[in-house]
């Protein structure tokens, strides 16, 4: 007897308005169901800041950022914690593909007459823009640590946390989009996406690092957006890498998770006959 997967149209000749529209649709269920959850809000900003206190306040001045100077942890690590937030509610947002796909809503949007880069859009946009909204409330903290909140480097913080924000969403709706379970989604974070955030340089710099851990680190592509963001936040005390250069491995990055999401939502499957 014949068994073959379930298989949905794909349309290549799609139209802006076909497009936009769902996909605008999809980003703003997203950013209403999040802010509805008022738990899961809190608990996203509230784990990194008390992280972020525990552990910078613990090091103090005992820590050394490299070059001789003596800058305090929390100053240090307040990128770091910044990030932490940004993958926080990125990745834990994508756990509404599972319980999108566990309702029915998700069967629904694909067999409707919407091309399916019109969900991966609005899904991603989605996240992507409560990530940079809470990741971006974390900078009230700043002037508590000497940073100068001036309109550039504002701006300049925003546009790095767009980026990574853009680019973890993407990687955690290609991590959930073939699962079914949120167990089997939690486990994959903790085996992957925290040590992804534990070798960016959040923690500690790349200097202090051994060779080998060095070169894991100089790989992750999370380290760019802390160096980014340490650079933006930090001029006279910037990371290891130069702002440009950090900055287009970022959107280097986010091209290349978009398009992974893309392409596996785009995927055929078939079962072969039996």
């Not at 305090?72 to 990128?79: A, E, G, K, M, W």
């Not at 970022?250 to 039996?274: D, H, Q, Y």
């Amino acid at each position: 007897m014949a068994t073959r997967a379930e298989t949905y149209p794909v349309r290549s000749d799609v139209q802006s308005d076909e497009l936009l529209l769902p996909a605008f649709t999809l980003w703003w269920r997203e950013v209403v169901r999040f802010y509805r959850q008022r738990a899961r809000v809190v608990g996203v900003i509230a784990s990194p800041v008390l992280f972020w206190l525990v552990i910078g306040s613990g090091f103090g001045r005992s820590f050394s950022s490299g070059g001789g100077t003596s800058q305090h942890y929390l100053d240090y690590f307040y990128p770091g914690a910044l990030i932490m937030i940004v993958l926080f509610t990125s990745i834990f947002t994508m756990m509404s593909v599972i319980e999108d796909r566990k309702e029915g809503f998700l069967l629904s949007v694909l067999v409707a007459p919407v091309p399916r880069s019109a969900i991966v859009l609005g899904k991603v946009l989605g996240g992507t823009t409560l990530a940079t909204i809470q990741g971006l409330i974390f900078l009230v903290f700043a002037p508590f640590v000497g940073i100068h909140l001036g309109l550039m480097v504002f701006v300049m913080a925003a546009i790095i946390v767009f980026l990574v924000s853009f680019a973890l969403t993407a990687l955690g709706f290609a991590i959930a989009w073939p699962m079914d379970s949120t167990q089997a989604f939690h486990a994959i974070i903790n085996l992957f996406l925290i040590p992804l955030w534990l070798l960016s340089g959040a923690l500690f710099p790349l200097s202090s690092a051994s060779s080998w851990l060095r070169m894991l680190m100089e790989i992750n592509p999370l380290t760019y957006g802390v160096e980014a963001l340490r650079s933006a936040l930090y001029p006279a005390n910037p990371g290891e890498f130069s702002l440009i250069a950090s900055i287009a491995t970022l959107i280097l990055f986010s091209l290349v998770m978009f398009g992974i999401a893309f392409l596996m939502v785009n995927r055929r499957t078939t079962k072969p006959a039996a």
